[in-house]
């Protein structure tokens, strides 16, 4: 399968543990996007990387969350002390270059806190 | 404030009839539309955009800036339709998408 990866698929955690997912990009795209996506709601936007910068953060990512993409291929998403509300599908997609109406989406990780 | 409103979480209709997935949209500038889908199991993807004015498995979108409208059209539901709509819009110059809370179509045999 040639297409955005993401693991875990499914993660259940205790509140006020930490968190960390993985997505791998469709090798070669530039273009690494994050959203969330709860019950009944449309995904809400995260944030993104051009290559390796995080190019916007949205305010939705409390200092409890960081991304990075070391070396502008795969990206990691870590939740610290996670509360119940951070449970959520976490949708990571990746598109070519300018133009993120071609993103491809992974599967997602489905994050339940307890 | 950019938004998109998609008013029906349910849309059910038996094959073969007509339907019209809606979309209204609040955006300050030109905006960028466009419509995805997830199948049961399946990731989200792209479906068609308003720049293409293209149709894809018989569905086409037209946009209107006077009603701010996108709304997605079938003339003959197929069964194969059964999947979640989610129309989005672009915000011009930062690449990201904002996203309607989606429409589930059924289609009935």
């Known amino acids: 399968d040639t297409g955005v990866s993401q693991n875990p698929r499914h993660k259940i955690t205790k509140r006020g543990q930490n968190v960390t997912f993985r997505c791998d990009p469709i090798?070669?795209?530039?273009?690494l996007y994050w959203y969330r996506q709860t019950l009944g709601q449309g995904p809400e936007f995260l944030t993104y990387f051009q290559n390796e910068a995080q190019l916007e953060k949205s305010r939705l990512l409390s200092d409890r969350f960081s991304a990075e993409r070391p070396k502008g291929s795969f990206s990691t998403l870590e939740i610290q002390r996670t509360e119940q509300g951070d449970s959520a599908m976490y949708l990571c997609?990746?598109?070519?270059?300018?133009?993120?109406?071609?993103?491809?989406f992974g599967s997602g990780t489905q994050l339940s806190v307890l | 404030a950019q938004r998109v409103t998609q008013p029906e979480k349910l849309l059910s209709v038996f094959k073969g009839a007509p339907v019209e997935l809606k979309c209204n949209y609040s955006y300050s500038g030109s905006p960028e539309l466009f419509w995805y889908v997830q199948y049961s199991r399946q990731r989200l993807q792209l479906l068609l955009r308003?720049?293409s004015r293209e149709s894809i498995k018989g569905f086409t979108a037209d946009l209107n800036k006077g009603e701010t409208s996108f709304h997605l059209k079938k003339p003959f539901a197929q069964e194969e339709d059964s999947a979640m709509y989610y129309c989005?819009?672009?915000?011009?110059?930062?690449?990201?998408?904002?996203f309607g809370t989606g429409t589930r179509l059924q289609v009935f045999p």
């Open positions: 090798s070669e795209h530039n273009r």
């Open positions: 997609a990746s598109s070519p270059g300018r133009g993120s109406e071609k993103l491809f």
């Open positions: 989005a819009l672009i915000v011009y110059n930062t690449d990201k998408l904002i």
């Open positions: 308003h720049i």
